[in-house]
């Protein structure tokens, strides 16, 4: 028996169809979103990856660790990117790295060789007079990455980005962070205009991370004239901790909090570290899987110079945890990092940058 389909069923029949199809696809993309965003997320982190620099080759390094205690160098100690390969200045300094919501790695670094001279770069201590400073860069180096091994780089400097800049006197340290309300990509520094004070500023970046796109506007206000630098923002909860180093005598390391990312924030007098001597570039992390923070900090007052870190719960109270190799802290095959930030990574994350660099590295089952 032969059968008629009426035309009105054959339409109505492929209308469904294609609904459906579009829905499976729109299922899986979901699934797949979930399951890449699930990558990263805070269960599955159970390693860190800590950036530093050295003054003796102003190039960037990394170093492992598994358990936020022992750290060890993916390279053995030597550089990983050499500075000279992605800088203006053939130097980098201050680097911070940081995990975008997509999961994307951000790395941002000083432009500044200071022995630049020395090693043959310039015919002049700094690339200015120096009626414009210490150091007397313009500019920093952002780097963009999904795996920690191949990375895209940008070169900016603040002077040619923006009208009036340039006098500038100083771009240094650069730290990123996320604008949940704005959803941009936020960047913050230490800026200074010639024969002015060091303070903290920041701007927006865009999505390619090789262009600032505001220009720079002022992140706190120190209460006195005097210079403050180093800014290391973290989200608790609702509200966001600024750690930094004023130079209001020797210089340490100083707390502020708002419930803005970029303005608002409230000073406190009190000092977080308890050394003697003076230390800067404070950074902290988290403990994964715990509600623990280290903040690590950068002693240049003492020689050799070393990091010290405090443990807190609360960032209130913080726990004196010793020095690198002097207490629970530990590295294992380097010495004399500096001005270093840590990102937590998941397991098959940090075995992927380990066997790029032929690295043994272990976890605990």
């Known amino acids: 028996m032969i059968t008629t389909i009426r035309p009105d069923f054959v339409k109505w029949f492929s209308t469904k169809n294609l609904v459906l199809h579009l829905l499976g696809i729109l299922l899986l993309q979901s699934c797949s979103s979930v399951k890449n965003k699930n990558t990263s997320s805070s269960k599955n982190l159970s390693a860190y990856l800590m950036v530093y620099f050295k003054d003796d080759d102003h190039s960037l390094h990394m170093a492992l660790s598994t ?36 999961g994307t790695f951000y790395l941002s670094m000083t432009d500044l060789h200071i022995f630049g001279k020395e090693q043959g770069f310039r015919n002049t201590q700094w690339e200015r007079s120096d009626d414009y400073g210490w150091g007397n860069n313009r ?33 240094w340290a650069p730290e990123i962070t996320y604008d949940e309300k704005e959803k941009k990509l936020m960047i913050y520094y230490t800026m200074r205009f010639k024969n002015g004070k060091n303070k903290l500023y920041y701007s927006y970046v865009n999505n390619d991370f090789n262009k600032l796109t505001s220009a720079p506007k002022l992140l706190f206000e120190y209460p006195k004239d005097i210079s403050y630098i180093d800014a290391d923002i973290t989200k608790v909860g609702k509200q966001y901790h600024m750690f930094y180093t004023p130079h209001d005598g020797t210089p340490g390391i ?12 409230v000073f406190d007098d009190t000092w977080i570290d308890p050394e003697p001597k003076a230390c800067e570039a404070p950074h902290i992390w988290k403990i994964n899987n715990e509600e623990r923070w280290i903040l690590m900090y950068d002693i240049y007052g003492i020689k050799p ?8 719960t609360d960032f209130k109270t913080f726990k004196p945890l010793g020095h690198f190799n002097e207490g629970v802290m530990k590295a294992t095959n380097f010495s004399s990092p500096k001005h270093a930030a840590v990102v937590s990574l998941t397991k098959e994350e940090a075995l992927r940058l380990a066997n790029h660099w032929n690295m043994n590295l272990s976890f605990e089952k």
Request: glycine residues 8%; hydrophobic residues 35%.
């Open 67 to 102: 358990d936020a205690k022992s750290f060890t160098d993916i390279n053995k100690g030597k550089a990983v990117i050499a500075g000279d390969t992605i800088a203006e200045q053939k130097g980098i300094r201050d680097p911070h790295i940081f995990r975008g919501p997509d």
């Open 139 to 171: 500019g920093f180096v952002l780097m963009k990455s999904k795996d920690l091994i191949h990375w895209s780089t940008a070169k900016v400097r603040l002077d040619q980005a923006f009208p009036g800049l340039n006098e500038i006197g100083c771009a």
């Open 254 to 265: 100083k707390q502020a909090i708002s419930s803005k990312i970029n303005t608002d924030y």
């Open 305 to 312: 110079h070393n990091f010290g870190f405090m443990e807190t």
